[in-house]
């Protein structure tokens, strides 16, 4: 299989990760109104199509460590059971993510529950496999979990302002000035969820599963999953009535494309990381540096859904104010975990 040969392209399949990571969700943004759990069932094909595709070629060429191949003949079962636990883990976690996308856009869901994800799986990752400066990394996690407090705070006052348009303008259902609790709410389970994802994905490999092949299963995991949980999904919606098949039909074919392309882009940046994350330990970035640098996707999504999709407008200086915070806590956390393998002394 084809692993990085220096620090500098394990690093590069890093950022990688998180160009990846932090732009899939424009492309559920560009299909408007179309119900997530619908928009899913392509999504997932993306992703699978993907890490089949790099099992198939990257995984199976190369002189580094074993093949796809052989690992489908001698990699215990159980690690292969961990991977695909990964992907159905990941897969409830990305729904909800999805839905909390839909309900309170990129610039709250990313912020707060893969801001969250990533406290969790910087510091469970780290106690699998330490690597790196524990007090830049610690650090790092405490300024990302503050910087999450905020951007609730900034997406409370963008509900109250919106829902006092909303009465002033006679257009509210009710007198009742909303607080956006159900958007946080719902990207704060995500991000419980998501946080624990990578900690078994790092199992798997532990286990005796190469990066490739952990891929391959992770997409087998999400894609068969994706029938379970919309069965719930679409029957039980976080937002909405309930909904059945017939709108999957006759969406628009771009919405189609779209929704493929969302999850062909999130697996390019999962692929990118499981590999980054396996380089040879001279070269290797670690799972937890990995890791943390793909949620530096959090701010690439929180800047798309404010400048281009202008999320937060209306939302008043105060809401602003609290948005320039929540940069300022992220930009020098994820600094913070970035410098982990350099200083490395205790």
Known sequence: MVLPDSYTSALLLAILSMICW????NTKKLTGDWRFELF??????GVALVTTIAALTFGTYGF????????LLVAPK??????????VVFNLANMLLVAAIAIAGMAVAFPVGIGLAFVIGVIVSYIMNPQGNAGFLFGGAALVSGAIVVCSLAYQELAR??????????????TRVRSGAKGILISIIAGLLMGFFYPIVELSKASGLGPYSVAFFFGLGVLGSTFVFNVYFMNLPVEGEPIGLKGYFTAPKVYHVWAVLGGIVWAIGAVANFVAASAPPEVQ?????SYALGQGATMISAIWGLVVWKEFAGAGSKATYLLGIMFLLFVVGLTLVSLAPVFTGN
Not at 285 to 289: E, H, R, S, T
């Open 22 to 25: 932090g732009s899939w969700a």
């Open 78 to 87: 159980r690690a292969m059971l961990f991977a695909l636990a990964a992907g």
């Open 64 to 71: 580094d460590g074993l093949l796809f191949t052989d690992d």
């Open 40 to 45: 899913y069932f392509d999504y997932a094909i």
């Open 285 to 289: 970035v670690g799972p937890a540096i």
């Open 161 to 174: 302002a919106r829902s006092l348009q909303e009465i002033s303008e006679g257009r509210a259902k009710s």
